[in-house]
């Protein structure tokens, strides 16, 4: 654990060497309002086109637009994160996030929004939030040594309140899209940017004080980018588990992307449950994922990763591609959500944990940013091919390979060697020695 002076401390209006639960408190509760504005259009712009379009096609298209600078931006940003701060790069980007949304509702009430607009708006959330969350997670280890808990508890938590933005999310956008329109949804969804912009600014401190590690600290604090990008793509070559990681969760978050922005809408549409079918199938994984992820926070440092991660792994993918493609009754699909999403909170407490032990602290927003990019680097395919999928041979048939891909790619995985570093955990200060 990094110590801070006294100076440091009284600064930030705390007794020296006692903890300070304000700063992880924020970044939770940073986390919390931007992921659930985030989950609400991701309830309501895919319902706007749907309905207003028609065109699974063109739904597909919007989540492309938004994904792919989402993950090229978020890629790229690794070393402005690591040398502006991550709590300036967050406020910032929640911002300029607030202000694309809310000229979606603001330009369609004066007739002025044309679907290629909308691509352009769509975008510029993209561009923004994938800086917007990448600070926001690089905040969570320091956050955690201020607050002088375990950095598994840390990333549990961090975990819990993805999960609970998940679930709350859907729910609101869900609720608002049936009562009130789609375009008010997304009016919910500028203004949690923008309270998530301001928690930022009032809560977290304006620098961190982490002590650089000395493997690094030879390197000129004015070296150029792409030199200090680099070494994000070196230290990457050199983490195995890392790069087995990267490949696995790209394949599994293309198809988890084609099932959340294109297929569940589809499914809702076309068995006639309405928006309401995807909030309650995006909540009750939610609130299962809450209680998965409760239980790894407080118990994660004690189990076997490599065993619950793929046990995880498996309830969170190919059940709930196979329950929509079956002829079941409506209770079914929440039921089987909820296996899902209790498998589902298990997952990223796990892979939060790993990162932050063996990434070293200078290192970690551009490690970070890269392996998201990476791992992310399918999303922006899944909407866009799922909807030519679905045009060209249906709705029911793509559900069927959407799991069965699933399901492979989850089991062929586990039988690599690679996947045995997980239950042999190496702390940040031995990467430091």
Do not use: Q
Request: charged content about 15%; proline content about 6%.
């Amino acid at each position: 654990m990094t110590a801070h002076t006294s100076t440091e401390a009284l600064a930030e209006g705390r007794a020296p060497g006692r903890r300070s639960l304000r700063p992880l408190g924020g970044v939770l509760a940073a986390m919390a309002v931007s992921s659930t504005g985030t989950r609400i259009s991701a309830v309501a712009l895919p319902w706007f086109v749907l309905v207003t379009t028609g065109s699974t096609t063109r739904t597909g298209l919007v989540a492309f637009c938004e994904m792919v600078p989402y993950v090229l931006v978020k890629a790229l940003t690794g070393p402005l994160v690591d040398r502006a701060g991550p709590r300036s790069v967050s406020w910032v980007s929640d911002v300029v996030s607030a202000i694309a949304v809310g000229m979606v509702p603001l330009l369609h009430s004066l007739h002025a929004l044309s679907f290629w607009l909308l691509l352009v708006l769509v975008a510029v959330v993209g561009t923004a939030r994938g800086p917007g969350d990448l600070a926001k997670e690089v905040m969570v280890p320091e956050a955690a040594e201020r607050a002088s808990i375990p950095l598994e508890r840390a990333a549990g938590l961090a975990g819990v309140t993805e999960r609970l933005a998940s679930t709350v999310g859907p729910a609101i956008g869900s609720s608002a899209v049936a009562f009130f329109g789609p375009l008010t949804a997304l009016t919910a969804n500028a203004l949690c940017f923008v309270l998530g912009s301001a928690v930022v600014m009032l809560t977290l401190p304006r620098r961190g004080h982490a002590s650089p590690a000395p493997s690094l600290s030879a390197r000129p604090a004015d070296s150029g980018y792409w030199r200090r990008f680099g070494d994000g793509f070196r230290f990457l070559r050199t983490e195995p588990l890392f790069l087995i990681v990267v490949v696995t969760i790209c394949v599994t978050n293309f198809l988890d992307a084609a099932l959340t922005t294109l297929l569940i809408p589809t499914w809702a549409r076309e068995s006639g449950n309405g928006p309401s079918a995807i909030g309650l199938t995006s909540s009750v994984l939610g609130f299962a994922a809450v209680g998965g992820s409760l239980i790894a926070a407080a118990a994660v440092h004690r189990m076997r990763r490599r065993v619950v991660f793929f046990a995880g792994f498996l309830l969170a993918g190919a059940p709930r591609f196979l329950v929509l493609a079956a002829d079941v009754p409506m209770w079914a699909v929440p039921t089987v959500f909820a296996v899902s999403g209790f498998g589902v909170g298990f997952l990223n407490p796990i892979l939060g944990a790993i990162t932050f032990e063996r990434v070293p602290r200078p290192l970690l927003g551009r490690v970070t940013a890269l392996a998201d990019a990476l791992a992310w680097a399918g999303i922006p395919l899944g909407g866009l091919v799922a909807g030519a999928a679905v045009t060209s041979f249906g709705l029911t048939a793509v559900l069927l390979a959407g799991g069965a891909a699933h399901f492979l790619t989850t089991a062929l995985s586990a039988l690599r060697p690679e996947w045995r570093g997980m239950d042999t955990p190496r702390g940040r200060e031995a990467l430091k020695t």
